[in-house]
């Protein structure tokens, strides 16, 4: 139960990663886009920060995650989920970017039909995980 | 009611704004492209997190995160608020945006090991400080 969060995680964004780091292979600059990801994180956890803020004064909080569902190890008091998240999805994004452009300026069906396979992964990873949160009627 | 606006307020401000000041430095072709993988991100992002919100169809156990009525307009699609619905639009059109602005600038290894430093500190001193909850007992 406590993993629910960081399952998904895993689930939907390691494999896409993966796959597409092989695609690029050397052509791909990672220190730079570790980089880049990492000044992003901050800017994405600061107002996360911000917007799960609890406290007496500021009673007007966004959002706040369920202890329950949350490995319970924290970053300054956010979860590490919440980072985990932010680095995949920053990967992820660039990733697929680099990759479907190149697939396209090369006329490459190959790298075009992996990248439709692994959209359809996240698809299927996606509902299925929405199928089994639902309430049993 | 100001407190309503409170997410799409600092959504507009944080991402919106800087994605469209990025996104104009972009080709017509690129922005279709993004928009069309925005689209993709729309599908299974939005399905996971329905799974991940509290509310009347998931289960009350296994909830990750849960909204403040107080701070959102108050639309909400299957238990999601419309905002959310943005964020395929900005988290996956704003980091390609701002990677395609920088990705042609030559960093040395100096530069990189100060942005990276600046972080840091950004990270584990002032962000803290900055939404450090003021619960007083």
């Not at chain 1, 680099?98 to 190959?110: F, G, K, M, T, Y």
């Amino acid at each position: 139960m406590k993993l629910t969060y960081i399952k998904l995680l895993i689930n939907l964004y390691l494999p896409p990663i993966i796959i597409f780091a092989v695609c690029l292979g050397s052509a791909m600059d990672f220190f730079k886009l570790a980089v880049f990801s990492f000044v992003l994180l901050i800017y994405g956890i600061g107002w996360d920060m911000w917007a799960t803020k609890h406290g007496r004064k500021d009673k007007l909080w966004i959002w706040c995650f369920n202890p329950k569902t949350i490995t319970g190890i924290y970053l300054d008091r956010h979860p590490l989920e919440e980072y985990i998240f932010g680095i995949f999805h920053l990967f992820w994004v660039i990733l697929l970017w680099e990759v479907l452009s190149r697939a396209i300026s090369n006329n490459d069906l190959l790298t075009l039909f992996i990248v439709v396979l692994l959209g359809i992964w996240q698809i299927g990873v996606s509902i299925n995980f929405y199928n089994s949160q639902k309430k049993k009627a | 009611m100001k407190h309503h606006l409170r997410y799409i307020t600092s959504l507009t401000i944080l991402t919106i704004i800087p994605e469209i000041y990025f996104l104009s430095k972009l080709s017509i072709q690129e922005i279709l492209v993004i928009f069309i993988l925005s689209l993709l991100g729309l599908f299974f992002m939005m399905k996971s997190d329905m799974g991940f919100t509290k509310g009347d169809n998931t289960d009350s156990r296994k909830w990750v995160w849960n909204f403040n009525n107080e701070s959102i307009v108050g639309i909400k699609i299957k238990n999601l608020p419309i905002e959310e619905f943005l964020f395929p639009f900005v988290w996956i059109p704003l980091p390609i945006a701002v990677w395609e602005y920088i990705k042609h600038i030559e960093f040395r290894n100096v530069d990189l090991a100060l942005i990276l430093t600046f972080c840091l500190l950004i990270l584990w001193i002032v962000f803290p400080r900055l939404t450090k909850p003021d619960i007083k007992k």
